[in-house]
């Protein structure tokens, strides 16, 4: 008997989550669900994988009859997405050391280049969000968009292996990005300038607050950087980690010429 009340236990809740996916699937009609199949790059065979990665939690306020959000795919896509990226690094760049590397592969998954290629494939298009949050979508659009590729590249790897989501990757992430070079491009100039004064033996770049400006909610920090007694650098920024980095960045032009580095000043 208890065996078969577990069964009709069990029964139930498949068809609750049947009847749910059915419901859902209202949401993304089949011509929708054709533009996500041409989108991945095969047939869908489990569409609940799908529905899952582009439900964004806000839906399930407005929604109570769904309790799951991508959240979960979202973690499972970021660790295929580190993968890829990785090995693709690893066999592009055999020469290169794992500080190199890593500093790439952080710029091919950060959260801007993710939502820049979410906003390729016009990946809002099939989100499931609530009106609400909808109406405001742009506010925070930037990191919705990147958790939900990741939660695609999830669903991807779990509804046809992981050569499709490396597919997949390859084609909506490092592809756009390689032709441009933007991912080899250093940003952060404060390590640079670190990594300069290091190898010239050159005092560590000291950074100053020079001036803060503005009401509290919308402050501008003047910083500059020196390195031994002299000042290289002065920037701007809405906060003291991009007026730094501004400051960094014009140390580094002050420091280099057409040829290259020019040593400084001990």
């Known amino acids: 008997m208890g065996k078969f009340l577990n069964w009709i236990v069990e029964r139930l809740k498949q068809r609750q989550v049947q009847k749910k996916s059915k419901e859902i699937s209202r949401l993304l009609t089949p011509k929708k669900f054709a533009e ?6 095969f047939n869908i065979k489990n569409k609940s994988y799908f529905i899952q990665a582009l439900m ?12 799951v959000s991508n959240e979960r795919l979202e973690f499972l896509g970021d660790s295929v997405l580190s993968l890829c990226v990785a090995e693709y690094l690893f066999e ?61 590249i999830g669903a991807i790897y779990l509804d046809n292996g992981l050569d499709s989501a490396k597919a997949f990757i390859d084609r909506v992430l490092i592809e756009p990005n390689s032709r441009d070079g933007v991912y080899l491009i250093d940003e952060n100039f404060k390590s640079q300038l670190l990594e300069y004064a290091q190898a010239n033996k050159l005092q560590i ?27 290289y650098g002065v920037g701007k920024g809405r906060n003291k ?3 730094e ?4 960045h014009e140390a580094l032009k002050k420091i280099t010429d057409l040829t290259g580095a020019v040593k400084l000043n001990a």
Do not use: C, M, W
């Open 36 to 41: 996500l199949e041409k989108l991945v790059g």
């Open 56 to 67: 964004h939690r806000s839906f399930l306020e407005q929604n109570f009859d769904y309790d």
């Open 92 to 152: 592009t760049f055999p020469e290169k050391d794992e500080g190199f590397l890593t500093k790439v592969r952080s710029k091919l998954v950060n959260r801007i280049a993710l939502a820049d290629a979410a906003e390729r494939i016009n990946l809002v298009k099939f989100l499931l969000i609530s009106k609400n949050f909808s109406n405001n979508f742009s506010a925070g659009s930037k990191t919705v968009l990147a958790d939900a590729l990741e939660a695609l």
């Open 205 to 231: 770049p000291v950074y100053t607050v020079l001036k803060e400006e503005g009401p509290q909610h919308n402050r501008t920090f003047t910083i500059s950087v020196s390195i031994g007694e002299a000042e």
């Open 241 to 243: 980690k991009s007026a």
């Open 245 to 248: 980095q501004n400051a960094a």
